[in-house]
């Protein structure tokens, strides 16, 4: 059976590894290396990451070698400093049921044509069982809309990989501050990358204590522009797929908006509205959209801007939905309730 790469990122977090690294070294599957990537913390992670390496060989604690900082940037490195053929991304607040690399390495073994599979994930508070949310299951609209409307599928660690596959598409991109997550997998869907989710039982358990609280980071210019010009890269690069399917054409002006919006109230006007009009450019907005959108970005706080406000909450609800947590997804949204 193939060998199985868990990357983990690490920022001040000594107090919640050994937890985390515990469940990698119960697995029951034995062919494992854990390449625990320290992004220069200033407590005791890196120390506690070489305890378990002292004891276990297949833990590999390394320090951030690239130039920029964050998960991603860690999560690169990981990729390339892998030597598994399977790759399985863990947070370090996040823990492994024994079995999970077992039944994931099998079952991504025997679809042999599969790029990834993606597994459902648990969550807990304190501790696993401690809760019966589950991260959110299959519904009927695709994936890949779900992603745009931020109904986020699945977590980080909801697919085993390969490696390969992750190297084909770049992997992460290190210039987000946030949406890390949402990115690879959107970038996965979009460049075809061939998967299947798995109906195995819950092999894995994601902390969501404190997880619903908003970041107020999320709405500053430093969060905001690079998540705004990644969305316009993505849109021009696959415009011919995604304005042709009116669903997806929808999603992804109603994100951009949102995005736009965010930067014209922070005194970002000439920018918002050159991001509108490349929007309608492209083909994701009609010309008369374009005019109210417009309108309503320069008169904002203006007399006048409420009439022309008034437009923009009749376009359709699929360009309108509910955005209050579009900056930093709310698990309201992506979790669900499990059946008693």
């Avoid at 994930?121 to 501790?127: E, I, L, M, Q, R």
Wanted: proline share 5%; with cysteine.
């Amino acid at each position: 059976m193939a060998s199985v790469s868990v990357v983990i990122p690490v920022y001040n977090r000594a107090d919640l590894l050994p937890r985390c690294l515990s469940s990698v070294e119960q697995q029951t599957f034995a062919d494992w290396e854990c390449l625990i990537i320290d992004d220069e913390s200033t407590d005791t992670s890196l120390q506690v990451a070489r305890s378990f390496s002292a004891r276990d060989a297949r833990f590999r604690p390394l320090v951030r070698t690239r130039s920029r900082k964050g998960a991603a940037a860690c999560r690169n490195e990981g990729v390339e400093r892998a030597k598994g053929e399977f790759i399985l991304f863990l947070d370090s607040d996040d823990v492994l049921s024994p079995a999970c690399l077992a039944m994931r390495a099998g079952i991504l073994a025997e679809h042999s044509s599969s790029d990834f599979a993606v597994f459902q994930t648990g969550c807990f508070y304190d501790a696993p069982g401690d809760s019966r949310m589950v991260w959110n299951i299959p519904k009927s609209e695709p994936d890949l809309l779900r992603f745009l409307r931020l109904d986020v599928p699945w977590s980080i660690m909801g697919p085993i990989w390969r490696r390969s596959a992750l190297l084909r598409i770049g992997g992460f991109d290190e210039s987000l501050p946030g949406w890390q997550d949402w990115q690879v997998h959107v970038t996965a869907l979009l460049a075809g990358l061939s998967y299947f989710r798995s109906d195995a039982c819950i092999d894995c358990f994601c902390c969501i204590s404190g997880a619903d609280k908003v970041s107020s980071k999320a709405s500053t210019l430093a969060h905001l522009r690079p998540k705004a010009e990644f969305l316009d890269r993505l849109l021009e690069s696959r415009a011919s797929r995604l304005a042709a399917d009116p669903p997806l054409r929808n999603a992804c002006a109603g994100l951009l908006w949102y995005l736009i919006v965010q930067l014209q109230e922070q005194g970002c006007l000439w920018e918002a509205l050159r991001l509108w009009r490349r929007l309608r450019k492209r083909g994701f907005i009609g010309f008369r959209m374009w005019v109210e959108g417009q309108a309503a970005l320069a008169m904002h706080g203006r007399r006048g801007g409420s009439i022309a406000w008034l437009f923009v909450r009749r376009w359709p609800e699929s360009i309108l939905p509910d955005r209050r947590t579009l900056l930093s997804v709310s698990l309201d949204a992506a979790l669900v309730q499990s059946p008693a």
